[in-house]
């Protein structure tokens, strides 16, 4: 089974576009990487730019609207991500343990929708676009 774990760092929300990461803590999080990749779980990563880099699309108003980063009633916002294939949210807890995190980062943990958690109804309706299966949304594994 495919996990995200999120990665949601305390003050990100507020930081600048501007990137200044602390060396020794990139390291600590590649020697982290790396294990992953190693013990064969690691799908995917990557670390993002701060909201203050970005824009969100709202649907409220029934139209698209674009707000700005950086976003005001944010509160928590995602720093990065794994994904990893794990037999089980105990594995992927327990790797998430594993990461060297800071007092002020939390890892959320989130099952990936696979086609066998969808129902036939909603199977056909996915299996009709392959191109998109392709890409990930119910990836056969």
């Not at 089980?88 to 696979?114: F, V, Y």
Request: with cysteine.
């Amino acid at each position: 089974m495919r996990y995200m774990m999120l990665m949601i760092p305390k003050g990100y929300e507020t930081a600048g576009p501007e990137l200044d990461l602390p060396a020794d803590a990139v390291a600590a999080m590649m020697k982290y990487n790396e294990e992953l990749s190693a013990a064969g779980v690691l799908v995917a990563l990557d670390g993002l730019h701060p909201p203050s880099a970005g824009a969100r699309v709202s649907f409220a108003s029934g139209e698209p609207v674009v707000i700005d980063g950086p976003f005001i009633e944010a509160k928590e916002v995602l720093g990065g991500y794994w994904i990893i294939d794990v037999p089980t949210l105990a594995d992927a807890i327990d790797w998430a343990k594993r990461c060297p995190g800071s007092p002020n980062e939390t890892i959320e943990i989130r099952k990936i929708q696979e086609m066998d958690d969808f129902s036939d109804q909603v199977r056909e309706i996915v299996e009709a676009h392959p191109g998109v299966l392709e890409k990930g949304i119910g990836k056969k594994r």
